[in-house]
């Protein structure tokens, strides 16, 4: 049903998600010509991939929402978007390594924006937990009948 926590996990995992593209994920305190920290913050907007892969995030952490009468698909969506935040994560932390060691005294200062692909992982994987749970429970209500 619709109503189910996995439903609100659900949801606020594309809030988290959502909320990348309008954070930056760290900024400096000097530009760096020909990086990411040209303009001394790196966020979303610096790297097509993470426009992408969020952006497929979000989507299809709603998509999932309206699943719930198909737990199976409903779960492998989940892992997708699952892993298209995790490839994202990596690929910030990644640049955010890359940038700082372009600075000579390493002053990239990661923001709040940093962690909200973590903060993303969390509820998908809650809302998997719970969407795994829900399946176990059919499975055993059918054994019985």
Same mark, same amino acid.
């Given at each position: 049903?619709?109503?189910?926590?996995q439903t609100? %996990?659900?949801?606020l995992?594309?809030l988290?998600?959502?909320?990348?593209?309008f954070?930056p %994920?760290?900024?400096s305190?000097?530009?760096v010509?020909?990086?990411i920290?040209? $303009?001394q913050?790196?966020?979303?907007? $610096?790297n097509?991939?993470l426009e992408?892969?969020f952006g @497929?995030?979000?989507l299809i952490?709603?998509?999932?929402i309206?699943q719930?009468?198909?737990?199976?698909? #409903?779960m492998r969506?989940?892992?997708?978007a699952l %892993? %298209?935040?995790? !490839?994202?994560a990596?690929?910030v932390?990644v640049?955010?390594? #890359?940038?700082?060691n372009?600075?000579d005294?390493g002053?990239? #200062?990661p923001?709040?924006?940093?962690? @909200?692909?973590f !903060?993303?992982i969390?509820f998908?994987?809650l809302?998997y937990?719970?969407?795994?749970?829900?399946?176990?429970?059919?499975k055993?209500?059918?054994?019985l009948r």
């Amino acid at each position: 049903m619709i109503q189910r926590i996995q439903t609100i %996990f659900l949801l606020l995992a594309a809030l988290a998600a959502s909320g990348t593209f309008f954070l930056p %994920f760290a900024s400096s305190p000097e530009a760096v010509a020909n990086s990411i920290l040209a $303009d001394q913050t790196y966020d979303i907007w $610096d790297n097509i991939v993470l426009e992408i892969l969020f952006g @497929a995030t979000v989507l299809i952490s709603l998509i999932s929402i309206f699943q719930f009468k198909n737990r199976k698909q #409903q779960m492998r969506t989940n892992l997708f978007a699952l %892993f %298209f935040v995790m !490839v994202g994560a990596v690929i910030v932390i990644v640049q955010l390594l #890359q940038a700082n060691n372009l600075l000579d005294a390493g002053n990239v #200062q990661p923001t709040v924006g940093f962690v @909200a692909p973590f !903060v993303t992982i969390v509820f998908l994987s809650l809302a998997y937990y719970f969407i795994k749970k829900d399946e176990k429970l059919v499975k055993s209500m059918d054994r019985l009948r």
